[in-house]
């Protein structure tokens, strides 16, 4: 804990959400969403489905536009324009819920692919990095296989080395246990908590409350596509202010 | 994270399935005479088939004369190709027979079966009692040289290069030796004929069309709109018309736009109305694999940094790609039967060759073998094809889903 602590002294403000507005054709999936995240900070967003927690989340690299508002990613903004949205890519890595690794490629491929095409490393280095990736997520023996031959929870724990693999600022998760066997959903959040230790920057969409009281810095609730309450774990769980969120805790826990 | 609850399930004894041993009686009784009615089926059907064989049997081993066949061996596989130059076409099959060696050698597999097949069907014609020395002489050389590409390919530095690079080399070698174009005596095509003309006709409209296809396809799916209704347009119109109308364009239409003295050889002309053809039909194949491709993995390919043009290489492609094998051979299987409509614009191809045969006096009502021949032809290079396509899922289908 103590060195994420020294990494959030530095207080840097990583990510900063001015006003931001979406709409899918008439429907306003999120209304003036200002949030700022500080570098080092582990932020977990909560919200009944539909609420726009991950058409949020996915904004911030770019994969959904957004019509109004800014989001500033380590001092770049992204705006309409192709070589900032890329570049910013190359800062943040993304963990999905379905994992999305490449059915056609070794897990090695998977991980190593981003990193010579992109960051244009040679291949025995990207090869390096990814083989102690794997060892990090605990699946070092099965570099040499294909997705499909993984049971879930290892196809996600190679989906976050792969992100990583591009040694991002920031790592979004987009309900990463959601598509996990209960048996499974240990061994990746256990993984989530050691990134969550030792610094990274970490914005989760999930529906583990342990995980969020556990490791959250802040919490973050959405609903409708607002944001309804902001604060501490301690804060939200034990004395939530709004309706809103006391109803959402009450189905849940 | 391996949680063994099973191990001591497998200490005890197994439990095997239940024998299943009918007898040939018990077989017959339960798959051919199970009910009365499925008896009945079963009495009609061998009846029918008992007349069937019989009829073929007689006609291919008695009635038939084959002689049609054995004389006109030569028409059949290269037409009327002047007989002095025929090493030309002897010299591309042996380019041929080193690539499929030198592949075989490599990869394996496919590659494999496909040169073993190659060198039985050239073993098949050498053993056939009527092909002439020379012909025979010019087989066995090839079958060596599959051999020799197959042990020689180990050998090679960078040998998979160097043979994606042979294959793509030998289509504008072959088109080069058959005609001569000048280096050697010129070669009209309009004596390219038979079994050569029909594989030159498919082979380059299959291949190109690849290309243009996987192109037309991205067009549609492009948000430029000109690139899109071009391509759209492009692809409607070309599937609205059929192949023979588009050979007829090609023969008769196109000289009218070209300017007077500049002429495109009729050969060259079919071979690029097949290959519009078939594009059109690629573009909608490939267009049906990119849809098959959950959006996921190109949210994926951004996610992890990739630009549009390498997520399209890297991640999108191969797994279309590898989708629609299936249906591309189809294609491929069809547009090579399809080249015998360019008998009716006046080459004379496989089909051609036989209706020459046919209409010539000495070998007056041999229609049925010359048919049943060219049938047999044009359904071993399918087969082939079909095979191929399948060994090729086979080898790819590792690691899917």
């Known amino acids: ?93 993304m963990v999905f819920q379905q994992f999305n690794l490449f059915p056609h490629m070794t897990i090695l491929k998977n991980i190593t692919l981003a990193p010579i095409w992109v960051r244009k490393k040679p291949k025995a280095e990207a090869e390096k990095i990814a083989l ?78 342990g995980f969020a009281r556990e490791v959250a810095d802040r919490i973050v609730l959405f609903d409708e596509g607002e944001i309804i309450e902001t604060g501490t774990p301690e804060e939200l769980f034990d004395n939530p202010k709004h309706d809103r969120t006391k109803l959402f805790l009450s189905q849940i826990l | 994270m391996n949680t063994n609850l099973n191990t001591d399930q497998s200490l005890e004894k197994t439990i095997e399935p239940p024998k299943s041993s009918l007898g040939v009686f018990g077989w017959l009784k339960k798959n051919l005479f199970s009910n009365w009615y499925n008896s009945i089926l079963t009495i009609i059907s061998v009846i029918a088939l008992f007349y069937i064989v019989k009829g073929v049997f007689s006609f291919v081993f008695i009635s038939a004369q084959w002689s049609v066949i054995s004389e006109n061996y030569r028409l059949f596989m290269v037409g009327q190709y002047t007989k002095a130059e025929i090493w030309r076409v002897w010299s591309c099959l042996g380019v041929v027979s080193l690539l499929f060696g030198l592949s075989a050698g490599i990869w394996k597999g496919t590659a494999r079966h496909m040169s073993v097949l190659l060198s039985v069907i050239l073993l098949i014609h050498m053993l056939v009692p009527f092909t002439s020395g020379t012909a025979k002489m010019w087989l066995g050389i090839n079958i ?4 020799f590409g197959y042990f020689l390919a180990p050998f090679i ?53 690849f290309p ?28 609205g018309v059929p192949l023979i109308t588009v050979f007829f364009m090609a023969q008769l239409m196109i000289p009218l736009f070209l300017p007077e003295g500049l002429e495109i050889n009729n050969v060259l002309r079919v071979m690029i109305g097949a290959t519009l053809f078939t594009a059109a039909y690629m573009a909608e194949n490939v267009r049906g694999g990119l849809q098959s491709i959950p959006s996921g993995q190109f949210e994926a390919a951004k996610a ?35 080249t015998s409509l360019v008998a009716i ?12 045969v046919i209409s010539n006096p000495d070998f007056l009502g041999r229609q049925m073998e010359v048919y049943m021949y060219i049938a047999l032809l044009y359904w071993v290079i399918a087969y082939s094809m079909s095979y191929a396509s399948r060994r090729m899922e086979k080898s790819l289908g590792v690691g899917e889903r």
């Open chain 2, 212 to 239: 243009i296809g996987i192109l037309l396809a991205l067009g549609r799916t492009s948000n430029l709109p000109i690139v899109k209704y071009f391509c759209i347009a492009y692809i409607e119109i070309i599937r």
């Open chain 2, 157 to 209: 530095p960078k040998n998979k290069i160097i043979t994606i690079a042979g294959w793509f080399l030998s289509f504008p070698f072959t088109i080069f030796l058959l005609n001569g174009f000048g280096v050697f005596s010129t070669v009209k095509t309009n004596v390219w004929g038979g079994l050569l003309l029909t594989l030159l006709i498919s082979v380059v409209a299959i291949v190109v069309s």
């Open chain 1, 132 to 209: 102690e990736l794997l060892e990090r997520v605990g699946i070092p023996e099965q570099a040499d296989k294909y997705p499909g031959q993984l049971s879930g929870g290892q196809q996600q724990r190679v989906a976050i080395a792969r992100a990583l693999a591009m040694q991002p600022e920031i790592m979004l998760f987009d309900e990463p246990t959601s598509a996990l066997d209960p048996e499974m959903i240990k061994e990746v959040l256990d993984v989530m908590k050691e990134l969550a230790r030792s610094g990274m920057t970490m914005l989760c969409v999930t529906h583990e409350m």
């Open chain 2, 345 to 356: 614009v006046g080459l004379i191809d496989l089909l051609g060759i036989a209706q020459t």
């Open chain 2, 144 to 147: 060596g040289i599959v051999v």
């Open chain 2, 304 to 338: 992890i940094g990739l630009n549009g043009p390498q997520a399209m290489t890297f991640i999108i492609m191969p797994q279309a790609l590898r989708a629609i094998i299936p249906a591309i051979v189809g294609q491929s299987i069809s547009m090579f039967k399809d």
């Open chain 1, 1 to 93: 804990m103590a060195e994420a602590n020294i990494a959030k002294e530095e207080g840097k403000e990583i990510i900063v959400c001015n006003g931001v507005n979406k709409w899918f054709g008439d429907l306003h999936v999120l209304k003036d969403v200002s949030l700022t995240v500080k570098k080092g900070e582990v932020l977990v967003i909560l919200g009944p489905s539909g609420s726009g927690k991950s058409t949020f989340i996915r904004t911030i690299n770019g994969l959904e536009e957004v019509q109004k508002g800014d989001i500033v990613i380590d001092g770049i903004n992204l705006s309409h324009d192709i070589k900032d949205i890329e570049a910013i890519r190359k800062e943040t890595g």
